[in-house]
């Protein structure tokens, strides 16, 4: 019988723990993607994530249109720190500090204008709209995955948008799944 690892006896959540212990014993600090693990997740721990990241973006909704400067208003002023990909004079792209696929970066607009979301578009957002696209596709191609990418807009609570600041997820570098969601 061939030798197997102590890590090949664990299943769903106890992995999980395994890894989290193993993660905090090393020195050197990591960040795991969690769509490399998805297969070891149980189903219950990923529907009790579905319904946390829900349960978030309600709670998000209810301060969508106060004005209060969002995360995103703090990474512009550069109070919070960010992993910049590409900036201009209109727009703000940043790595996604709890990636999706091995490339995702946000691309927001560094002026909100009401545009908290995108079902809240007006005519007079048209030109922002059009750059916002634009700067995903020089992200995409300063990523390598000009050849193969997504841009998603989340829209509202039901869409599971946290932060009222218009914002692009540009994902790739992974074969992406259809449909997505």
Known sequence: ???????SLLRGPSIV???????????????V???????????????AA??????????AAVNADTGA?????????????ASVVYEDQKVLAFRDINPQAP????????SRDGLTELGKAEQRHEDIL???????????????I????????????????SVYHLHLHVLGGRQLKWPPG
């Open 33 to 47: 993607p969690t769509w490399r693990y998805h297969p070891l997740h149980s189903h219950r721990s990923y529907v």
């Open 50 to 59: 579905a319904h946390d990241e829900e349960a978030a973006a309600r709670g």
């Open 1 to 7: 019988m061939a030798a197997m690892s102590s890590l």
């Open 146 to 161: 000009v050849d193969g990418f997504r841009v998603v807009i989340n829209s509202g609570p039901s869409a599971c948008q």
């Open 103 to 110: 490339v995702h970066v946000l691309v927001i607009p560094k």
């Open 17 to 31: 723990k395994a890894l989290g212990f193993i993660k905090a014993s090393n020195s050197i600090p990591r960040i």
């Open 130 to 144: 059009g750059h916002l696209l634009y700067a995903a596709k020089i992200v995409a191609e300063k990523e390598g």
């Open 69 to 81: 400067p969002t995360i995103y208003d703090k990474i512009i002023a550069k109070e919070i720190p």
